[in-house]
């Protein structure tokens, strides 16, 4: 079944809960957008598949392309910890994520400071010759000699 086609499955909506309903899906809409601005790949399920869904299919489809799903109403107990399961393996692989680029960033620490220990050597080595030549010149203009 393509994305974005509605079937013939009832809503989980009361028609008393319309409002609500779409109050929360226009503040997941925001959420999309501020998500979407600072560079992290969003979308609202409406964009994606049906409107009445059922929580097994959105989730599945999160799990298939590697989404997180962000909710306020899952509506089964099995539903909800396979939701929990994943967002766990999400974070695990966040985690690790965040833990070899901090390690990665550590190791390019470590070897720009032995750089800029090692420059700062060179320049002092540096500064000793030229100072060293400097005072050698300066000692034979004091005795007449020329260099």
Request: charged residues 30%.
């Amino acid at each position: 079944m393509q994305h974005g086609v509605r079937r013939n499955v009832k809503s989980h909506w009361l028609p008393n809960e319309a409002a609500h309903r779409d109050e929360f899906a226009s503040t997941l809409r925001r959420w999309v957008d501020v998500l979407v601005n600072t560079g992290i790949e969003a979308a609202h399920w409406a964009s994606i598949g049906a409107y009445n869904a059922l929580d097994s299919e959105i989730m599945a489809y999160a799990k298939a392309n590697d989404y997180i799903v962000l909710t306020h109403d899952i509506r089964d107990r099995d539903e909800r910890q396979a939701v929990i399961n994943h967002q766990l393996q999400e974070h695990q692989r966040l985690q690790e994520h965040v833990t070899e680029m901090r390690d990665k960033y550590h190791q390019d620490m470590l070897v720009l400071r032995k750089e800029i220990r090692h420059d700062h050597e060179v320049g002092e080595q540096a500064l000793r010759h030229v100072q060293s030549e400097d005072h050698v010149h300066r000692h034979a203009h004091d005795m007449g000699l020329r260099l």
